[in-house]
DNA sequence: TCAAAAGTGTTATCCTTACACCCATGT
DNA sequence: ACATGGGTGTAAGGATAACACTTTTGA
């Protein structure tokens, strides 16, 4: 058989915390201020880390002291031309992205800044991921329109079949009327804002035809490489699992309020939940359990503090919130 | 940075279909007949391919003459020791796994014959998997005894630790009471076989002190390396996808009955549904339309053939089969 | 006393589940 | 005629979404 090229895979971690109401991830800047935010990531070395989690757990604590807890793998990206300017003598890159989730401590904040690196909201990267206070301005005003335009155009030779056309894809992701918006889709979003050149990084990569006869904004904060790419789909992914596994009490405190929970909720899926119903909906999926105290910090009532109830594993296999609609 | 080891990725492909009411796989076997069964496979050379799919697809045609359709990545395994008897001088073999799900053609079979390679039922890997005819016999028999045995063991010095303990997480996967089985699990339970050294294939790596001292069954048919954990995967993803996306209509002819259309969400989620419920729920989410025409085919009363509406997506987020109990 | 946020109660609606029954064909 | 599988109707129960309303604190 014939050599093979030279391969690397690179480990790629999305960081989740809530803090303040919104959901943050961990972003290595560069000290220079000279290229766009990336992901903790490093190579994996199978002569140093026995699998792909233990690696990945030490290039992030190298590069931010943190120490991660729950984990899981997202997806692994091997296009060719994904990675920055490539040519054929390079090592080819492949990335497999993670998922970690975390609490974010007081003294965090400065630990990172001392590695150069920092907290910052999902959303500057997708500001028209944020639906809380409504639909984005964004979506009609500039993406929509520059979308459209594109679905007009006629797909180049060297685009691969697919088995929708583009105003269709464009519809499913983006949603038919304005009310149905489904927020699992970000991934599909991203991917179609790339391929339609409205996304920066796609300048890096092979398509710049399309991008500089026209001035078309480019939305959300860019990232280096393929991470933005990695961090929608971790987007996507939390988004679905809220729903089907308890995984919001990762990023709580040990003891929170009811409206705390749901504020977490809310800053990830992006929506603006019925409080009453939400309420219920906890309250009798059993997930958590009042500690006897309460809170005074908000300002109005006093609210009963809980705790999750990881007992729950014991008994039956643990749902999530499966919130709905408004 | 010190010099990497040597890697290499492979691409593995289980390739899904359904025939005779039975969910079938492609596997490659061994013209000497001395090794297991295997998956069709082969590396990623980023030189001749320029995506994992393009890889892939080439792979699989050149080792079973297929042309595959539908395919989805699942996940990537780069654990140590996983890939046979590895030594720190062989290059380390990275997993990716992809799911493909196709039709089977009358012609299939001899095509893939001519290249050593069969369709094989995936019940035939997993016994403990098919409950259509009531919970099978040896969960109770063999296998819940065995690995309650291992989970009275105290676990050795260089087990990762882990959130929940043994019988914790037996009872998570297999269910708490006899009634409570959770189809989508079936990777979580392959897992704790492997870990348990339940299975064949745990011999070859890393773990053959808890085995050779017992003469305990090992379960299903063996894969080569770690085929068998990639489609165990396969299983519950597209046991967990059955439920949200009309992807069952990838298994299908182009007309077909409602009772075969259930019979193969029968065959994949390896539960009995319930006839009269399951017909409702397919009209009335919309998914398919009658073509008029009827088939004889059965014996008894004709039955109406329908089609898969793939309009739909102009219509709305395309939904699955969100079936229930029975 | 008033604003702010917590917390409760109630109703209409839809979906799921289950059961009972009728229909069209081959033998 | 009767067995076999196809196909329909309907009622009970539970979950969801929306609404209005009460309670407890700080300023």
Known sequence: MARLATLEIGLNAVIVSVAAGMPQIVQVGDPAGMKPDSLPFGPFDPLRHRTFEIGLRAWVE??????LGYI???????????????????????????????????????????????????YDYFPWEDWRDGRPGVLDKDML???????????????????????????????????SWDEERALERYELLYEAGLIAEALHDGRPAALERSS??????????????????????????LKYRPVVFELMPQAFTLTE??????????????????????????????????????????????????TLYNERPAPGLRVGGR
Chains 1, 2 share one sequence.
């Open 62 to 67: 190298d590069q931010t002291a943190l120490r």
């Open 145 to 179: 329109p520059a979308l459209e335009e594109w679905s007009r155009q006629p797909p180049s030779e060297d685009t691969p079949p697919r088995a929708l056309g583009r105003s269709e894809r464009i519809r499913l992701a983006f949603g038919n009327d304005p009310a």
């Open 261 to 310: 929970l749901q504020t977490s909720v809310e800053a990830i899926s992006g929506r603006h939940l019925h409080k009453q119903n939400f309420r219920r909906l906890v309250e009798n999926a059993d997930l958590v359990e009042p500690t006897g105290a309460t809170s005074t910090a908000t300002g109005g009532r006093p609210a009963a503090l809980f705790r999750f109830r990881n």
């Open 72 to 122: 899981e793998q997202l997806y692994t990206f091997g296009d060719r031309g994904r990675h920055s300017a490539s040519s054929d003598k390079d090592p080819h890159v492949v990335s497999v992205g993670y998922l970690a989730l975390t609490r974010q401590t007081p003294d965090a904040a400065e630990m990172l800044a001392r590695h150069h690196s920092a907290w910052r909201s999902w």
């Open 216 to 241: 078309i904004p480019k939305f959300g904060r860019p990232m280096r490489f393929d991470h933005r790419r990695i961090l929608a789909t971790a987007l996507s992914r939390l988004r679905a699992k």
